[in-house]
């Protein structure tokens, strides 16, 4: 595996959820650059040494309303 994909969300009490897309890491902090080094060290764990990806991509969804 090259790269690992997270789909990161809002969480709606404050900071930021990130869930693997097909892994099961999930991890959440405060801020972007908090949620970043959880991120990595969560990917770190989860494989074994020389198993990790080479590249974790951080995919942000963001839900917005507006008034039609």
Not at 4 to 18: K, R
Not at 24 to 50: M, N, W
């Amino acid at each position: 595996m090259s790269e690992i994909i997270f789909v990161v969300e809002q969480d709606p009490e404050g900071g930021y959820v990130a869930k693997a897309v097909g892994e099961s890491i999930v991890t959440q902090a405060e801020s972007e650059a908090e949620l970043r080094d959880l991120v990595r060290d969560a990917v770190r764990c989860h494989f074994e040494e020389g198993q990790a990806p080479k590249l974790i991509r951080l995919h942000f969804v963001r839900d917005e309303l507006i008034a039609a």
